[in-house]
């Protein structure tokens, strides 16, 4: 490995930031073409990040597999800004990383901020994320980010900072294949654009508060063959706040939520949160061991046209019971073809390899016990085994955003997945 100087990249932005590679940075591989002046990070490289990043405005950056990105200075806590566009594209053998240094990966350190996240700007047009790693962002601003200088995603100081934020109601992003965790905030807060969110895993976030994945207006989405594990607040929390156009309309089907709400203390914390009229459609969804099910405002519902049904609800207790029965004084909601847990421990949907807690306490932040979930274990497989009650029962007639037209993102067209009649991202094996 050598250091590399005088990168093209340096002509735009004016940050000491140190590249360490086997190739060339500013020289795709061999064998691939991109835009002339596109700024290109080669398979493998290594980006040190001792300061805040900018993709200049009309500008692309192109990240090829294996190529990490390492934020390295803990005082400035550096934030990814893409003004122009930004196109990751990691495999599934070789993804493509944006962490900290190694000494801070690990649990004790999941919630530290040390960097500020992915921060698109309102002329980036076009980001793809595919099979990449976000984890330990959520840093709070400071007059000196660029996310506040540039009056990004909050105009005020103080405030964490997502793992990845788009706010161009007329551009596109595609987050596929991609794993989100250890984030201080939300994984992903979204205000613009049309957008899949598909096959990813979003594992644990939100010290205080955050959302797994956080939608305002202006948006149109299909989220389908997530799973979600211990999000602090919410796995979805749909809003049209902010009256942008278009309203926002989001196809949530096919995903699976496991051990979410606990650690909020508030009304909101649970699996899905609808409120300001935002128009949703949840099919086929699987929820489990979560402090609620779905929940909506109730002095700000979601629009009327919104559809909750069929949906499948697990507790293995009694607290996890109450919290996904019908209540219209807390808002809580059920839909009349859902599948849910009668008692503690009923319809059980028999993952492959997952053991259920032994001291559930969905309410733990509430009663301010230790109980919360327990440590995310990559060996477990949230498959159903035959037989599961989870699956069948699933429908697969409604019309999703992009089923047929899509979303293009560098010159290819994405469109959402076909929805499965199982329930939860997995089926059976």
Known sequence: MRTFKNLMLVAFIAIATVFTACE??????????????????????????????????????????????VASDTLIRPEFIVLGNLYA???????IRFTVDEKYRNEANRFKRYWGGIICGYDSEEVLLDNVIIEYGGAQTTEQSKSFQYQLF?????????????????GSFVIQNCTFRN?????????GGKSIVQNNRFIVNGFDGGEAINYKSGCIVDIAYNFIYDANTNAFKMSNGGALVPQLHAVIYNNTIVNSGWRRPKIKGGST??????YVELYNNLTFDCRHGVKQSVKEPEDDRSVITPNFFFASTQAGIDGMTPDATSGQLRGANDIFSATPGDKNPNFTNFTIQSN??????????????QLFKNTWDF?????SPAATGGVTNFTRNYATNGVTIDGKTYTSKA???????YGVK
Not at 273 to 278: S, T
Not at 360 to 373: C, E, F, M, Q
């Open 24 to 69: 060339k940075t500013d020289e795709p591989k061999k064998g691939k073409e991109y835009p002339a002046g596109s700024i290109v990070w080669p398979k493998d490289t290594v980006v040190t990040l001792k300061d805040h990043y900018i993709v200049p405005k009309g500008k692309s950056l192109y990240i090829e597999e294996g190529a990490q990105i």
């Open 89 to 95: 594209y990691g495999t599934a053998q070789n993804p």
């Open 154 to 170: 909050k105009t005020v100081t103080g405030e964490g900072v997502p793992g990845f934020h788009f706010c161009n109601t007329e």
């Open 183 to 191: 984030n201080a905030e939300d994984h992903i807060y979204i205000t």
């Open 273 to 278: 949160w609808l409120e300001a009229a935002a």
């Open 360 to 373: 559930v306490d969905v309410l733990a932040g509430v009663n301010k016990t230790t109980d919360i979930p």
């Open 383 to 387: 498959s159903l085994k035959s037989g």
């Open 419 to 425: 929805p499965s009649a199982y329930f939860g991202a």
